[in-house]
């Protein structure tokens, strides 16, 4: 192994630091789970040049957080109450666009994973990335490039089981009116309810289904409440 680097299973992380202009970088990490936000906290405290600052538990908290603070770095779930990470990705980028985002998430599929970065994620790690990738993931975005983790590359080089969609595609994530939808499908909602409580016709609120499973890339209904399910919509 050569000098400078060190191995966690099989994949190497180098260790000398990619070269930034800061002296201390800010770290907000943003989860439900207060105890990832310590257990990353731990994990940094003998990193010279990395710092956890502040934890917010929702997309909402870390806004509120943004604007109080400085911040360069913010860690962040995916998966949270009210203001998803996808949601609140996007937020950051149009009002903090010199805060850069890392996603750190339990969910890895190619859908999560295309949301985020076209959102404005600058990078990608699994949950259960060891803490040399997390410092090195942090590093690499940093310093201008992007890093994703070898199991959400596995993710995206398997593709899109029933679509052709691509991060180069026609992806634009959810409308309000889909958001709406897809709530209404989790609670159990039938397409004649859902018509009468939004004041759609039959036809209209099927057509949202069909394009709601092409894409989200899901073949049914069911493959609709695990989605909402996952981000924790409901």
Do not use: C, F, Q
């Given at each position: 192994m050569a000098e400078g680097q060190k191995t966690t299973g099989s994949i190497i992380f180098a260790v000398r630091p990619i070269r930034t202009t800061l002296s201390n970088i800010r770290i907000l990490v943003t989860d439900p789970v207060?105890?990832?936000a310590d257990g990353l906290r731990a994990r940094l405290a003998d990193i010279p040049d990395m710092k956890v600052v502040a934890y917010a538990a929702t997309g909402k908290?870390?806004?509120e957080h943004l604007a109080e603070a400085e911040i360069?770095?913010?860690?962040?779930?995916?998966s949270m109450p009210g203001m998803d990470g996808i949601d609140a990705t996007?937020?950051?980028?149009?009002r903090y666009p010199n805060v850069k985002l890392l996603a750190h998430s339990v969910l890895t599929d190619i859908e999560y994973v295309n949301s985020m970065?076209?959102?404005?994620?600058?990078?990608?790690?699994a949950k259960s990335a060891p803490v040399q990738e997390i410092i090195h993931a942090i590093r690499v975005i940093m310093g201008g490039e992007e890093y994703l983790s070898p199991t959400v590359s596995a993710s995206l080089d398997a593709g899109y089981k029933f679509t052709g969609k691509r991060m180069d595609g026609d992806y634009v994530g959810l409308t309000h009116r889909e958001r709406e939808i897809i709530r209404m499908i989790a609670e159990e909602k039938t397409n004649e309810e859902i018509s009468a409580l939004l004041f759609l016709s039959l036809e209209t609120v099927k057509t949202h289904r069909k394009?709601?499973?092409?894409?989200?890339?899901v073949r049914s209904a069911a493959g609709l409440v695990k989605y909402a399910v996952?981000?924790?919509w409901i």
């Open positions: 207060e105890l990832i908290e870390l806004l360069d770095l913010v860690l962040i779930e995916v996007r937020e950051v980028r149009k970065r076209i959102e404005g994620a600058s990078g990608y790690l394009n709601l499973m092409t894409k989200l890339n996952d981000r924790r």
